[in-house]
C-alpha cells in the first residue's frame, strides 16, 4: 500500500490517524502529540469523526500546538453539543494559538479541501449511537480520502500521442483532460459496519472492529460501549469482501486481545471467508509511524 499512516488505536483510550500525504490528522486521542512532535505543527486539516473521549484527549494540546504555526481547519460533526463548547474553551485557553483553528460543521457528503493540491476528503454519515436520529444531524461521521487526478478525457483517449500532441497545442492542455476522482482511503470511525456502496471503489478501507467474536459483543465491562454501536472482525471483513476492496487496514480493537488473539483471529475470518484482500491490523498499545511497513496479516 502506497501510503504513509501514522497511528495509534486503544478503544477507551487513544485513536489517531495521521495520513501524511493528505496532511490530514483525522480524531486526536490522548497521547497525539507526544508521538506526532512537530510533525503536528505540519497539520493542514484536522477531521474528527465523533466526540468520544478516545477520540478527542489531546484536542486541546492539537489546537494550541498546531495554532502555534498558523490558522488551519477543524472539522466536525454538526451534531452533538460537546464541539461548541470545546470551541468556547479552547478560544480562552491559549487564546493566542487557539483561535487558528477554523471550526466548521460538517453535515454528511461535505467536501473539505486538504492543503495539497488534488487531495480532497469528503464526509459521509455513520451509525455510532445506539439512539441516532438518522433525520437529526449527524454526530459521527466517516471519511472519504479523495485524489484528484487529471486525465485525458474519454473523446481523446484513443488517439496516439503525436494526435494528442496537435490538439494540445490547438486547444491547450485544460481542453483535453479532466479531473478524475479516485477514492483512496475510506475511513469508517467508530459505529456499525459500512454499506457496501459507501466503500466499494476505494483503495483502503480502514474499518474499526472493536470486537473479535459477536459473543464478546455483550459489554459487561465496556462502560461506554454501553449505547455505542461498534462492528466486529467478521463484519468488517464481510464488509470488504463484498464491496471488493483490495486492501483492509483494522483498528479500534479492543485491548481486551492479545496480539496473538488477534493476529489468529483475522488469519482464521479471513480464511474462512475466501476474502481476496490484504489484511493488515493496527494492534492495541501499539504505536505506528508508518503501519504499511508492517507485513499484511493476510493476503500477499
Ligand atoms: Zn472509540
Ligand atoms: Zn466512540
Do not use: C
Not at 27 to 52: E, N, P, S, W
Not at 159 to 183: C, F, H, N, W
Request: hydrophobic content about 40%; glycine content about 8%; proline content about 4%.
Amino acid at each position: 500500500m502506497q501510503l504513509q499512516l501514522a497511528m495509534h488505536s486503544s478503544p477507551r483510550f487513544s485513536t489517531w490517524l495521521w495520513f501524511n500525504d493528505w496532511k490530514l490528522l483525522i480524531d486526536a486521542g490522548d497521547g497525539v502529540t507526544q508521538q506526532l512532535g512537530y510533525k503536528i505543527r505540519k497539520i493542514d486539516t484536522f477531521l474528527m469523526t465523533h466526540a468520544h473521549r478516545d477520540h478527542v484527549g489531546g484536542l486541546i494540546q492539537v489546537v494550541n500546538q498546531r495554532g502555534e504555526a498558523g490558522s488551519f481547519l477543524l472539522g466536525h460533526p454538526v451534531g452533538g453539543r460537546a464541539w461548541g463548547q470545546m470551541e468556547h474553551f479552547t478560544r480562552s485557553f491559549n487564546p493566542g494559538s487557539s483561535n487558528a483553528a477554523m471550526w466548521k460543521a460538517l453535515e454528511e457528503g461535505d467536501w473539505i479541501e486538504s492543503g495539497v493540491e488534488g487531495r480532497l476528503m469528503r464526509s459521509f454519515r455513520t451509525r455510532h449511537y445506539a439512539d441516532d436520529d438518522l433525520r437529526a444531524a449527524p454526530r459521527s461521521l466517516g471519511f472519504h480520502l479523495i485524489w484528484r487526478k487529471m486525465k485525458v478525457k474519454p473523446e481523446y483517449q484513443s488517439l496516439t500521442q503525436a494526435e494528442l500532441d496537435k490538439i494540445r497545442l490547438e486547444i491547450g492542455r485544460e481542453g483535453i483532460t479532466a479531473p478524475v476522482d479516485e477514492k483512496w482511503v475510506t475511513v469508517s470511525g467508530d459505529g456499525e459496519p459500512l454499506s457496501a456502496g459507501e466503500v466499494a471503489g476505494t483503495q483502503l478501507l480502514v474499518h474499526e472492529a472493536t470486537f473479535l467474536s459477536p459473543d464478546d459483543y455483550d459489554a459487561e465491562e465496556a462502560g461506554e460501549d454501553v449505547g455505542h454501536v461498534h462492528s466486529t472482525l467478521w463484519q468488517a471483513l464481510s464488509l470488504a469482501r463484498e464491496a471488493g476492496v483490495p486492501n483492509v487496514l483494522l483498528y479500534h480493537i479492543s485491548t481486551r486481545y492479545s496480539d496473538a488473539e488477534i493476529r489468529d483471529a483475522v488469519r482464521a475470518v479471513a480464511g474462512e471467508i475466501k476474502l481476496e484482500a490484504k489484511v493488515w491490523a493496527a494492534l492495541p498499545r501499539r504505536v505506528y509511524f508508518d503501519v504499511f511497513r508492517e507485513k499484511p496479516l493476510f493476503g500477499s
